[in-house]
């Protein structure tokens, strides 16, 4: 199947092969008869795709900094890595779209193949098939225009402003913009009964609102058009403003300031300057106001990933309702797009499209794409031709889960010891890219075509958290060797449930505890020896996530000391070289529970003392990880796997570059399962490891020493 994508670093559009999508838990797989293009959010990431470094940089200033504060952190040429590999990836376009259920995910209750239906959020992309979450997915009616149905997303965004503006039966409302979004609005207003008046810079713009009903349109360059405005509004002004413009220029926030009657309402529903003037506000008390997106729902996880519908009586209005009141309003035939839609493209053409948004060769409004979907042709998996050169014969490779770390540190490894066979992610297009930059033989979506690929003997799982568990025992059970990304898995019952199964087999499984592999490690191991008793301090500061980071959630991450503190209990465990004893945790207290920051203190069987002490709530410029181990006279002090220091008979001192054993620990696994050894780290390690982590939580819990 063909998904459109474009390449962030010059622009370059492409109808790119890809496998088709896997049906997930909570969505719909369907079949695109049409979709709509977003001339204003679409062109503007096309036109920012097409300018030079510099240019990128101003117009994206916010993704700019970011970069500069990831070269102070990580230096210029892993920065420079991370943002090529960002800027080459193929990205999609899209999320508005109308076709065919052709299968239903786990969980969903209201569809059912063969529904047609209208999709929307990142999964509606211009493609010939998608996957879609049931919240944003909408039934459309027989008699329904399909064409007009493929904007039911983007026609919620301008619901979702009317909405906010509050406005009611008699009242008055200025479009500021009277593009597609504007003019879609103009009919949203009069099918509510709302006096409405419109302003733009176009003057075709203009005329065409009058063909759809509205009031007055006004050219923004007409003389004495605030006046005119206010005077028509009973000579008190609009009780609200929707701005529905794109651009810098803060002339439509005050432009909506001075047609405003006190204690109107401004809402923001395009790209704009906020950058008003205050007295006009100030003086008129007004409400200015942001319109997200679709509306309530939108970016909220427990919303559109889990299908967790609000109750209707305290969120009246949700995304998902927003989509079915515009459907609504198409089969009343009180919405008609016939003088909006300017474009109709076929799918292969759509380049065509973005030419002339880009170029303005033409005037243009509503486009649409139009796909063959009864030729629509998918395949589960996408073959490439033969594997990279074959290395080693014993080391077959498939990926499962190929994100920003895997090709970091994961992939590019493995590559050069091995032969890499087949990758598999959730997105179609990366799986494309991933397989194409490495030399993948074949890409697929489906986890599962990866683990019963016989030409695999190797898998390595780099997927969100909540799906470790699941591929590791699919994997022991296809007696595939396994190297999964920490964490091992969520809970205590998938811990026991592996150990059981591993047991049963004999194949390699090792988790990616890399900071034992550090080459500064290796070095405080050899000075102070393996046996002798040890103290360690482990100061590690990562700062804070976004409580809604997918890693906070207990579901899907399984928060930071199970996805994330396993580390540096991994590796005290190691330089102590014994088994946990007892296990006191502490942590600081915060509303949502995330114990993000906190203490711990292990002591070993052999006597040895580990305190771990991680922060979310430290200053960036802060070293990230320091480290301290002590025994018997000998003092090593580590900061950030970069800067090592020896306090012994004489003072030594170790710099380089930050390696925290990526390499090394890909290495070593590589060659025992070439070998036949034993793998690098025992799975009594990794089970102590893994439940340590649990009993952190109940440490902290039940504020009681956790005893082994």
Not at 49 to 75: C, D, H, W
Not at 340 to 347: E, L, P, V
């Amino acid at each position: 199947m063909k998904q459109l994508t474009q390449n962030l670093k010059d622009g370059e559009m492409e109808l790119l092969d890809i496998p088709t999508p896997m049906v997930q838990k909570n969505t719909l797989l369907v079949k695109n008869f049409y979709s709509a293009i977003s001339a204003g959010t679409e062109g503007r990431s096309v036109r920012d795709a097409r300018l030079g470094y510099i240019g990128k940089a101003k117009a994206r200033p916010k993704e700019f900094k970011q970069v500069l504060n990831t070269v102070m952190k990580m230096g210029i040429r892993q920065t420079y890595s991370l943002v090529m590999n960002k800027l080459n990836a193929p990205s999609p376009l899209g999320y508005s779209s109308v076709g065919e259920v052709l299968e239903v995910g786990e969980g969903v209750e209201n569809f059912k193949v063969g529904d047609i239906v209208a999709c929307g959020g990142q999964g509606a992309v211009h493609a010939e098939v998608v996957s879609v979450l049931e919240n944003l997915c909408v039934k459309i009616p027989d008699s329904v225009d399909l064409r007009y149905a493929a904007f039911t997303t983007i026609a919620s965004i301008v619901i979702q402003g009317v909405r906010q503006s509050e406005v009611r039966l008699g009242e008055y409302c200025v479009i500021i913009g009277l593009g597609l979004l504007g003019q879609i609005a103009v009919q949203i207003l009069n099918a509510a009964g709302v006096r409405t008046i419109g302003v733009d810079i176009d003057p075709s713009k203009v005329e065409l609102a009058k063909k759809n009903g509205i009031d007055l349109a006004i050219h923004r360059d007409h003389e004495g058009i605030e006046e005119q405005i206010v005077n028509y509004c009973g000579g008190f002004g609009a009780d609200a403003v929707i701005i529905t413009a794109a651009t810098s220029s803060n002339d439509p926030v005050n432009l909506a300031g001075a047609v405003s009657r006190k204690k109107g309402k401004v809402i923001s529903v395009g790209r704009v300057s906020t950058d008003f003037n205050r007295d006009i506000y100030y003086n008129k008390e007004l409400d200015l106001r942001m319109s997200c997106s679709y509306g309530p729902g939108r970016y909220d996880t427990e919303y559109e990933e889990k299908g967790h519908d609000y109750p209707v009586g305290y969120v009246r209005w949700t995304e998902n309702r927003n989509m079915q009141a515009y459907v609504d309003l198409l089969a009343q035939n009180k919405i008609d797009l016939s003088t909006i839609i300017t474009h109709d493209f076929g799918f292969k053409n759509a380049k065509k499209a973005y030419d002339i948004i880009t170029n303005d060769s033409e005037p243009y409004l509503g486009m649409i794409l139009k796909y063959d979907h009864e030729n629509v042709k998918t395949k589960k998996v996408i073959n490439f031709g033969e594997a990279s050169v074959k290395k080693n014969e014993n080391l077959s490779v498939g990926f499962i889960g190929a994100g920003s770390f895997a090709q970091k540190f994961l992939i590019p490894n493995v590559q050069r010891k091995s032969n890499l066979v087949s990758v598999a992610t959730k997105s179609g297009n990366n799986a494309t890219n991933v397989a194409r930059k490495y030399d993948f033989k074949n890409a697929t979506c489906d986890g599962s075509e990866v683990i019963n690929n016989e030409d695999i003997n190797t898998i390595f799982i780099a997927t969100r958290h909540d799906s470790h568990a699941k591929y590791v025992k699919e994997a022991i059970k296809a007696n595939k060797n396994v190297f999964v990304e920490k964490p091992l898995c969520l809970t205590e019952e998938e811990l026991e449930e592996i150990s059981e199964e591993y047991s049963r087999r004999q194949t390699h499984l090792m988790v990616g505890f890399n900071r034992r592999f550090a080459p500064q490690i290796k070095e405080i191991t050899k000075v102070l020896g393996f046996d002798s008793v040890k103290t360690i301090n482990y100061r590690v500061n990562l700062g804070p996530i976004d409580s809604d980071h997918w890693t906070q959630d207990k579901e899907i991450g399984g928060g930071r000391v199970i996805g994330e503190v396993c580390h540096f209990i991994d590796l005290c465990m190691f330089l102590a070289n014994s088994k946990p004893d007892t296990l006191s945790a502490f942590a600081v207290e915060d509303p949502l529970k995330l114990n993000n920051t906190l203490s711990l203190i292990i002591r070993f069987k052999n006597g040895s003392i580990a305190n771990i002490n991680y922060y979310a709530n430290g200053n960036e410029a802060l070293d990230k990880e320091y480290l301290e181990v002590h025994s018997n006279g000998i003092s090593c002090v580590l900061n950030d796997y970069q800067k090592l220091v020896i306090y012994g008979k004489k003072k030594r001192k170790m710099k380089s570059n930050m390696d925290k054993g990526h390499a090394e620990e890909i290495s070593r696994f590589l060659e025992c399962i070439k070998k036949g050894e034993e793998t690098p780290i025992s799975f009594e390690d990794i089970y102590w490891t893994t439940k340590m982590t649990f009993d952190v939580l109940t440490s902290i819990k039940t504020k009681q020493t956790i005893i082994y």
